[in-house]
């Protein structure tokens, strides 16, 4: 593309945060109508770039030019002044006001010092009909899908005439009806001249939609890909400065004794289906299916998050009563939750108050007392074995990058030195070279003996590390494959109810 139609020019940019340099003289240029993806492992600086431009954080040093004109992005405002939105990948609608509230929150236009209502309302269908999103718009964001006020945020965006669109991780949370439907959206927002910035880590979008990819790496521009040279064996290469040779590592271990056995239970969410499964010492069973299929349901079952209604459920030939969370902890079980900032940790805590939360009952010196010095231990450990990216111990957990923060995660629930290891979906969201150093742990604590019970909506990872399938469609279980068994042709039939 030629310099003339160049929309945005990142030069020198550079932001630090207390121990930790985010960008490091990085560069970024977008032209009109392009769509370029942003991608690099957790940490390299993405999310960091992206806030700036959407005048959320002021950079260090650096300039960015917009359409020619250099810009100092102090405010939201000022970016969007100049035609930037940003698309969290945490959506940021107010789920008790109306979709067209949403859309002009904040520029509500007015009418003898009252807001004027039907003038939201008309000008909020108009860009409602360019998303093609044929909901109401009094109707309250609270009742949208995800994949809805996604399209809601987009049309945001085009009320403020935005020219250049930033969408962080938008797929994460989609079912892939929806994610489709995004894509056409994108595809007429760029006839209209938009220029989109992605950032996702699933390669196999970007490969697909990418004009152009530029790669960060450690807070460092590492590089850009056009066309031809995107690459799923490119952008790996550019994104962790080497080869992984062996993505999925995965072989089987000597199966122990059943370590959990499931009979004839019924979720609260499924009460009409029964579930019977076995899971054995060093073992990595998959459980794959559809969105709504009752994976997580299952899991929060096992874990006394939602007791299940009837049925058994044996931890090693004994009978237990899962009523709640701590009835499992006791018994040797962890889950780590599909939502970490929601779920599996306290933002605002550190690294150490983090990983020691669950296991400060256990190590309490007399069953009272914290025990600072097995926290202190506990942590270091938990850092040093699951390679954590962190200043230190005493970091806000809220500061880390996603693939840190879900090493914290498991870092929680390893310090408890559980015997069954519930896991719903562990590399949602994070870098391919997080993802390997996830897969590679399950490796190591299958060959421990553990067992491990893992949620994935990614097929390649199901036939990549399980041992076998237990595969779920509407809350029932259609089936289990073995390893030798596993094809995404063998998985989707019986995804879909087919035998």
């Avoid at 530029?214 to 290469?237: N, P, Q, S, W």
């Avoid at 006791?330 to 983090?354: F, H, I, T, W, Y």
């Avoid at 450990?381 to 990058?401: C, D, H, W, Y």
């Amino acid at each position: 593309m030629s310099q003339q139609n160049l929309i945005l020019n990142v030069q020198g940019l550079t932001k630090r945060f207390p121990g930790v340099v985010a960008l490091n003289n990085v560069q970024l240029q977008l032209h009109e109508g392009e769509f370029l993806s942003l991608i690099g492992e957790n940490g390299a600086g993405k999310s960091t770039l992206m806030k700036i431009l959407a005048g959320v954080q002021l950079q260090d040093e650096g300039t960015v030019e917009v359409f020619g004109e250099t810009v100092h992005m102090d405010s939201v405002k000022t970016a969007q002044h100049h035609g930037i939105a940003l698309i969290h990948q945490e959506l940021n609608l107010s789920e008790n006001l109306s979709i067209a509230a949403n859309i002009f929150l904040g520029r509500e236009p007015a009418t003898a010092g009252f807001i004027d209502k039907e003038t939201i309302r008309c000008e909020a269908q108009r860009f409602l009909d360019m998303v093609d999103l044929k909901i109401p718009p009094e109707t309250l964001a609270g009742d949208l899908s995800i994949g809805q006020q996604q399209l809601v945020e987009i049309a945001k965006a085009l009320s403020i005439d935005a020219r250049i669109l930033i969408m962080d991780e938008p797929t994460s949370s989609l079912s892939a009806g929806e994610s489709e439907r995004l894509f056409e959206v994108i595809a007429e927002l760029r006839e209209r001249g938009v220029s989109i910035i992605y950032i996702s880590h699933r390669l196999g979008e970007v490969r697909m939609l990418s004009d152009r990819v530029t790669i960060f790496r450690d807070g460092k521009y590492a590089g850009d890909l056009c066309g031809e040279e995107i690459t799923h064996d490119a952008m790996v290469k550019h994104m962790v400065g080497r080869d992984i040779s062996q993505y999925y590592s995965h072989e089987p271990n000597p199966i122990g004794d059943v370590i959990l056995e499931v009979s004839k239970l019924r979720t609260q969410a499924n009460p009409e289906h029964e579930l019977s499964f076995k899971v054995h010492q060093g073992e990595i069973v998959g459980i794959s299916g559809l969105v709504g299929a009752g994976r997580t349901e299952l899991l929060d079952a096992l874990f006394g998050v939602a007791p299940a209604i009837s049925g058994t459920i044996s931890i090693s030939d004994q009978q237990v009563e899962l009523t709640c969370p701590s009835d499992a902890i006791n018994l040797g079980l962890a889950l780590v939750p599909e939502d970490r900032k929601g779920k599996g940790l306290v933002l605002q805590m550190s690294v150490k108050e983090n990983t020691t939360m669950a296991s400060l009952k256990t190590h309490a010196i007399n069953g009272i007392f914290s025990n600072a010095e097995r926290e202190e231990l506990d942590t270091d450990e938990m850092i040093a074995r699951l390679r954590t990216k962190t200043p230190n111990a005493e970091q806000t957990v809220g500061f880390l990058s996603g693939g840190n923060q879900q090493k914290v995660v498991l870092g929680k629930w390893l310090a408890t030195s559980p015997s069954l290891l519930l896991l719903d979906e562990p590399t949602r969201g994070i870098d391919i070279g997080a993802k390997q150093e996830i897969y590679q742990l399950m490796e190591e604590l299958a060959s421990q003996g553990m067992a491990v019970l893992f949620v994935s909506s990614e097929l390649e990872e199901i036939i990549g590390m399980s041992d076998r399938t237990i595969v779920m469609h509407e809350g029932k279980i259609t089936g289990e494959l073995p390893r030798e068994d596993l094809t995404e042709e063998s998985i989707m039939r019986l995804a879909t109810g087919g035998v």
